[in-house]
């Protein structure tokens, strides 16, 4: 059975960078047939995608943040990772790591139970 | 940036009802649509890939339709599980945006 799960810092301070990290364990992060992504949600509000990679480490990400954000692969460790600079309180949300089929369909099938990250001195 | 509009944005229905959410796209997108649903404080589960695929495990109940810009959940016969809130996505081109949301509430 498939699992993600995010690790990181809940409380980070404006300015700061965060950074979290998805273990992936019952399959391969270096399969042909997915992607890995991020996907954030302020608290009471809309599900916003952050960026994807894939395990030769191709990426793509949002316009809106693809300034700040990088997100990169460990293979060895079957992890990926997230890093999101110059933090502000708008950044405060539960971030998603999840599964995203490469062919056809491209849908989000596994996520992680989510993170709450808070933005505040 | 695609905009992804649902409608209601709640809904209130009863155990046994069929409702139907809809959700538009600001431009086509061919049957890039899937349809998720999240319970309080859970992770997005998904339902339905590419438009009308239901993902393994998912009840029959559930059935999604539409291609283009125009496309529709529906849950034949309400149980109480069902009761959360439904996000549409589409994974035409990125950045891959969702719905606001349809909160599905008991009356």
């Known amino acids: 059975q498939l699992q993600l799960q995010e690790s990181g810092p809940g409380l980070v301070k404006p300015s700061e960078t965060l950074s979290l990290t998805c273990t992936v364990s019952?399959?391969?992060?270096?399969?042909?047939?997915?992607?890995w992504g991020w996907i954030r949600q302020p608290p009471g509000k809309v599900l916003e995608w952050i960026g994807t990679?894939?395990?030769?480490?191709?990426?793509s990400y949002n316009p809106s943040l693809k300034s700040r954000v990088t997100i990169s692969v460990d293979t060895s460790k079957n992890q990926f990772s997230l890093k999101l600079s110059s933090l502000t309180a708008a950044d405060t949300a539960v971030y998603y790591c999840?599964?995203?089929?490469?062919?056809?369909?491209?849908?989000?099938?596994?996520w992680g139970q989510g993170t709450l990250v808070t933005v505040s001195s | 940036d695609i905009q992804m509009t649902q409608s209601p944005s709640s809904l209130s229905a009863s155990v046994g009802d069929r409702v139907t959410i809809t959700c538009r796209a600001s431009?086509?997108?061919?049957?890039?649509l899937n349809w998720y649903q999240q319970k309080p404080g859970k992770a997005p589960n998904l339902l339905i890939y590419a438009a009308s695929s239901l993902q393994s495990g998912v009840p029959s109940r559930f059935s999604g339709s539409g291609s283009g810009t125009d496309f529709t959940l529906t849950i034949s016969s309400l149980q109480p599980e069902d009761f959360s809130t439904y996000y549409c996505q589409q994974s035409y081109s990125t950045p891959y945006t969702f719905g606001q949301g349809t909160k599905l509430e008991i009356k």
């Open positions: 999840a599964r995203q089929g490469a062919a056809g369909t491209l849908a989000y099938d596994y």
């Open positions: 019952g399959d391969s992060i270096s399969s042909s047939f997915y992607y």
């Open positions: 990679i894939y395990y030769s480490g191709s990426t």
């Open positions: 431009q086509s997108i061919s049957s890039y």
